[in-house]
């Protein structure tokens, strides 16, 4: 072969690779290009994206950039399905969803519909993307229904899936109104939960309350609890009211260890056990020792310590402006005042398993006949009956049954102390401090004074959520 031939084909191979280099560069420069503009969109606002149409096949494969391809590609069919077919479409409220179809509420009644395939695809990186609370919009489809949109949500909650921290599950959307309920005994009361709530609740705007269920057990006639957990003043008149209440056996003895009853830390000294001792619990920890002296010589004192104990965590929400719910699902009582409360709103109710969610809505309205189960008697736990969220029409407005949550999820805020007003209220003169670690820090010594607006209930659970954030 010629050498110079060969030299020759050698430079034109060379060429074609130079190009062939060149070509694959540009379109990875361009492939970078295109994922740092799209990665800068919210995928809820699609409209700002730019538009690459030449583009649309690659960027499918990239998570972000092909969801917003995606998303463009089912705008569109949106908009030209409802300018065609505005007779067609239907507007509700879902009631229930599963994975593939879900049941709304209309004008017209309660219609069955099911989730087109594409919408499966297009939400596939996405738990739960269709929840009760959602307003959908339905296209009549061979004399049946199908999702065609869903509405913007003003306020969505979710939790943790139980698993992969990454991911969460949509519980309801738009909601107005949160009851946080709880259960003074069987299971105990959870004040670490009910603040979780709370602070998910602030982030998401909706107007939380606390309703406090099984209050019969509490053996103190109901009138009588709910005048002293309705008690505006301060602890010494609290405890007045509680000794009007009390059979004169025992009050003799509350009376006796008065300055038990109304330290300013009294609502921890049951967990003092469980924490180290702290200089400023050490007169807190002696008068509970001696307390915890005469409960053990005297029955029944045990239990009247645990109702004061829930009158007075009561009372920290209270004065912070919370609407307290003293109800009892078995009796009926509270259930007038509770029921005013939800009226003509959406009202979810969450909380953890066995704490009678299912058994109020059913008090509130007895044709709803949602299941219920007793709290287990091995783990004195409560035992999950409700397995998915439901909207349910009451009234003018309408309840949502959710099942056990042990926490939801929160978007933790830049500084988790904006949910706690209490710290805000001029209790620290430093701004932006954390109110952990921080010497002369105002939270803290309002604390160790013993000072009004800030208790030791609630800093304790604002600690255990920020060692999470």
């Not at 070509?23 to 970078?32: I, L, P, V």
């Not at 999702?147 to 107005?176: C, M, P, Q, T, W």
């Not at 009892?328 to 259930?335: E, L, N, R, W």
């Not at 401090?433 to 803290?444: I, L, P, Q, R, S």
């Amino acid at each position: 072969m010629n050498p110079m031939r060969e030299k020759k084909n050698n430079s034109k191979s060379k060429e074609r690779r130079r190009q062939k280099e060149a070509r694959y560069h540009e379109m990875r420069g361009q492939r970078k290009r295109l994922n740092e503009d799209l990665r800068r969109v919210d995928i809820g606002n699609i409209d700002e994206a730019p538009d690459y149409p030449s583009f649309e096949k690659m960027t499918r494969k990239s998570s972000h950039v092909g969801a917003i391809a995606r998303w463009r590609t089912e705008r569109r069919l949106v908009e030209r399905v409802e300018a065609e077919h505005p007779e067609d479409l239907i507007e509700g409220l879902v009631l229930e969803a599963t994975k593939e179809d879900f049941l709304v509420h209309t004008e017209g009644g309660i219609l069955e519909a099911r989730i087109p395939r594409r919408m499966l695809q297009l939400m596939q990186s996405e738990r739960n993307f269709l929840t009760v609370g959602d307003r959908a919009t339905l296209l009549e489809v061979d004399g049946g229904y199908e999702l065609l949109e869903v509405g913007d949500r003003k306020n969505v909650l979710k939790r943790k899936d139980n698993f992969y921290d990454y991911i969460s599950h949509a519980i309801a959307a738009n909601i107005d109104r949160m009851v946080i309920v709880s259960s003074y005994k069987e299971p105990e009361i959870k004040w670490g939960l009910i603040d979780r709530f709370l602070v998910a609740a602030f982030e998401e705007g909706i107007e939380p309350c606390i309703a406090i269920n099984k209050a019969d057990l509490t053996g103190f006639p109901f009138g009588s609890l709910q005048e002293i957990a309705s008690w505006g003043g301060g602890r010494e008149g609290m405890l007045e009211a509680f000794l009007r209440s009390t059979p004169g056996s025992c009050s003799s003895l509350v009376e006796k260890h008065r300055d038990f009853f109304l330290h300013p830390l009294f609502s921890q000294i049951k967990h003092y056990r469980d924490l180290p001792i702290s200089q400023e619990m050490v007169e807190g920890k002696e008068l509970a020792e001696g307390w915890g002296e005469e409960v053990r010589g005297t029955p029944g004192l045990l239990d009247l310590h645990d109702v004061w104990l829930l009158l007075s965590g009561l009372a920290v929400y209270k004065k912070l402006g919370y609407s307290i719910f003293l109800v009892s699902a078995t009796t009926g009582d509270g259930m007038e005042s509770l029921k005013a409360e939800i009226s003509g709103k959406i009202s979810l109710f969450c909380g953890h398993s066995g704490v009678g969610k299912s058994s109020i809505i059913n008090a509130i309205e007895p044709d709803f006949n949602l299941k219920t189960s007793d709290v287990s008697s091995w783990s004195g736990k409560g035992q999950r009956t409700t397995s998915s969220s439901r909207l349910l029409p009451f009234g003018d407005g309408f309840l949502i049954d959710t099942p056990g949550i042990r926490t939801l999820e929160t978007h933790k805020p830049r500084s988790l102390a904006e949910c706690y007003p209490e710290f805000g209220s001029g209790s620290c003169r430093f701004v932006g401090c954390t109110h952990t670690h921080e010497a002369d820090c105002g939270v803290k010594g309002a604390l160790k004074e013993g000072r009004d607006g800030v208790s030791f209930l609630r800093y304790r659970n604002y600690l255990a959520m920020v060692e999470e954030c």
